[in-house]
């Protein structure tokens, strides 16, 4: 079972670039999620997505836009790169029941020089 | 609005002995509750869950943890720890927005990392 897949898993961009973090999930579930992961500060939720159409922002949406494409993915865009969002970017993947658990990818390392 | 806290950064043990970690949350309902491990360059396992009934809980790879209400903690524990536990843990809670839903959004705690020593 693949359960949430992310790509790329690493990259490295300068000051400026744009990029798209791409995740899919084949669970069927409803409500997908991004975070980033940074050093003493567990994971921040950046954008969600509840359903299929709808996106909303989390804690640290700055700098940062996402599409959810269909049911199956949801990807995360930055702009225009800036170091401070150097960070590991997860991507997750449940149900709008606040009881259970959310399933994440392995991750996609992002270094912005 | 909704907090984790885990006390803890960085904690070592010695193969084979006991292991807490904790976790401290604020919410004013009942929250759900999480913990899920991480190894190196790996995304995130759960571990087990809590969200009502008996509040001592098993999860995966001999873990419990138990809630605590009156103390507002979910602390992690397990009898022997083995070197294959070195990861980073993280305690979650989802809960109920008032007057809406949390839309299965997860608040995180900073994470404790875990040194097994032979």
Redesign the interface.
């Known amino acids: 079972n693949a359960g949430v897949t992310q790509t790329p898993k690493f990259q490295v961009l300068k000051t400026g670039q744009s990029m798209t973090l791409q995740c899919a999930q084949d669970m069927n579930h409803n409500s997908m999620y991004w975070y980033r992961q940074d050093p003493g500060m567990g994971l921040r939720l950046i954008y969600y997505s509840a359903s299929e159409g709808t996106t909303d922002k989390g804690e640290v949406p700055n700098g940062y836009n996402v599409s959810r494409l269909n049911k199956r993915e949801f990807s995360l865009r930055l702009e225009s790169a800036a170091p401070s969002q150097t960070s590991v970017y997860f991507c997750a993947s449940g149900t709008v029941d606040s009881n259970q658990p959310q399933h994440f990818g392995d991750g996609t390392r992002l270094s912005i020089l | 609005a909704q907090s984790?806290t885990?006390p803890d950064?960085h904690i070592t043990v010695s193969e084979g002995a006991s292991l807490e970690l904790r976790c401290n949350y604020s919410y004013g309902a009942t929250p759900?509750l999480?913990w899920?491990v991480q190894s190196p360059?790996?995304?995130?396992?759960?571990l087990l869950?809590y969200?009502?009934g008996d509040t001592l809980v098993q999860g995966i790879k001999g873990f419990e943890a138990e809630f605590k209400r009156s103390q507002s903690s979910f602390n992690l524990r397990k009898p022997s720890v083995h070197w294959s536990d070195a990861a980073e843990y993280?305690c979650?809670v989802?809960?109920?927005w008032a007057g809406g839903?949390?839309?299965?959004?997860?608040t995180?705690?900073?994470?404790t990392i875990l040194t097994v020593h032979p």
């Open positions: 984790v885990q950064i759900y999480f899920y360059g790996q995304g995130l396992q759960l869950k969200f009502s993280f979650a989802g809960a109920l839903t949390s839309y299965g959004k997860l995180f705690g900073q994470g």
